[in-house]
């Protein structure tokens, strides 16, 4: 039996936490043509690719994720074996009542560790596969879709003072969302959700998948690497400047 008190905030943290971490890199590849290039290619700007943190908002009523309605969410750049694509690595740390929740993405499989217990004494703990509900290749479409449009076309009720030609738009779930491209990092908002993310000064310490403890031999993998395209090597540096909205169009 789940020891946890909310066993659908599972599966809804995991179609959002996918989301986000697809938002860091799949936007920019709407901006330009995949274009894959070799480890020994990459800049160094892509060797120093920094760590971000992703600061969740659920601004839809009674919409909370363990009780918590504002979260971050940590993630990692990691290429791939081939060394010619890129996916991130995240996790986040809830706590509610006497319960301890850690979601983990590594490698495109999700975990969930569940303890019960306060941070010094934990009683109980299971680990296992993390589903999500969210159909994954639904929101890499989305995302791949994009599309540049003015700041003036969105009206003054807009939530996000975004620089003219840094704004984007698509849809998904049936929900409209916008995304601005800034000098510090993204911001992404739509239906109940918004997401920023922030690149960090310091790398994070490598994420590694925890043990399963539920008699599951694996995770199924809900997302794989993506190809590295110019405005993806770009945007990722975490060195745009305020030119970049207009550059991010142009590369190919």
């Known amino acids: 039996m789940p020891i946890s008190p909310s066993a659908c905030s599972h599966y809804r943290f995991g179609g959002i936490m996918l989301l986000a971490l697809t938002l860091i890199f799949t936007l920019s590849i709407s901006t330009g043509q995949v274009s894959p290039l070799t480890f020994q290619s990459l800049p160094r700007s892509l060797h120093r690719m920094p760590s971000v943190r992703l600061r969740i908002q659920l601004t839809g009523a009674n919409m909370q994720i363990h009780g918590q309605s504002v979260f971050d969410v940590f993630a990692n750049p990691i290429l791939s074996a081939a060394e010619n694509s890129l996916h991130y690595d995240g996790f986040a740390h809830f706590i509610q009542e006497d319960y301890q929740f850690t979601y983990v993405f590594v490698n495109g499989i999700g975990y969930v560790v569940e303890s019960k217990g306060n941070e010094t004494t934990s ?10 509900i969210t159909p994954f290749d639904d929101i890499i479409a989305a995302l791949n879709n994009l599309t540049a449009i003015s700041s003036e076309s969105v009206g003054d009720d807009s939530l996000v003072d975004c620089p003219n030609g840094c704004l984007y738009g698509t849809s ?6 916008l995304v601005c491209v800034g000098i510090d990092g993204l911001l992404a908002y739509g239906g109940d959700i918004m997401m920023s993310a922030e690149y960090l000064a310091s790398p994070l310490k490598s994420i590694s998948a925890p043990t399963l403890t539920d008699g599951s031999e694996s995770c199924t993998i809900l997302a794989q690497a993506t190809p590295v395209s110019r405005a993806t090597r770009t945007l990722l540096s975490g060195k745009i400047g305020s030119r970049s909205c207009t550059i991010l169009r142009n590369l190919d």
């Open 172 to 177: 998904f779930g049936g929900k409209d969302f």
């Open 123 to 132: 009683v109980a703990s299971q680990t296992r596969c993390l589903s999500s």
